[in-house]
Every structure is written in C-alpha cells, then in structure tokens.
C-alpha cells in the first residue's frame, strides 16, 4: 500500500501548487496526470481484455485423412420437378376502393367542425362599470 500513499501525495502536492504555481505549470501538471491515468486505463482494459480471453494453445497436429474422391450423380437420373405452390390464403381479403367526393365532404365538415370549436373566446365586459 506504500504506492498508494505516495501517489495520493503527489497528488495533493499537484493540488496544492495548483494555486500557488503559474497557471502554465499548473495546466502542464494537469496533463501530466491526465496521460499518466489515460496510460494505467489502457493497460488495465489490456489485462481485462486478456484474461477474458484463453491464452492460446499451440494447435496440435491432426492426423490428414485420405482425400475422398467427390461424388457424382448419375446422368441417368434427373429430379423429380416441384410441384408449383400455391398462393397461401390470407385472412383479409384484399380489397381496394377510390375516394369518392362524399368522402372529400365528411373529411372537409370535420375538419370545419373542429376549427369551429377552437374559435377564440370574446373577453367579457368587467364587472361592476
């Protein structure tokens, strides 16, 4: 734990001359820290990353088989044709249809209707005049 103490003082050392130093010092300090952190979380992810990961084994050597000759098929013999599928029926029908011009009408009469209820309020006349 002896490192941890001397870290933890420099650090207060850094803090302290923070305030007292030239900012320049200070800044250089400040990215001092801050790469020598970046460079600890670098090498900590390292050791994560490889004990996460086996270690690698040297590959045995397999036994090599004798090559296969490829099988052919017979010229003789072709398969036999798919039969053709059918269409899978669907539980809606699909249908379509046009607008028509009553549709255009219901649309346009909600449409006014509802821009008629947000009609402004008129103000009141005060109370008592």
């Given at each position: 734990m002896e490192y941890k103490d001397d870290?933890?003082?420099l650090i207060?050392?850094?803090k302290k001359m923070s305030f007292e130093a030239p900012l320049e010092q200070t800044l250089d300090d400040l990215k001092t820290l801050s790469?020598?952190?970046h460079e600890l979380t670098d090498r900590i992810e390292m050791r994560v990353r490889k004990s996460l990961q086996p270690a690698d084994?040297?590959?045995s050597k397999k036994p090599k088989k004798a090559k296969q000759p490829k099988v052919r098929p017979?010229?003789?013999v072709t398969p036999p044709?798919?039969?053709p599928q059918k269409a899978l029926p669907t539980a809606n029908p699909v249908t379509t249809s046009?607008?028509?011009a009553g549709d255009y009408e219901r649309i346009r009469q909600d449409f006014t209707s509802k821009q008629n209820a947000l009609a402004p309020i008129k103000p009141s006349p005060p109370l008592g005049s």
């Open positions: 870290m933890r003082r207060d050392i850094v790469n020598a952190t084994k040297p590959k017979f010229p003789s044709p798919s039969p046009a607008i028509s």
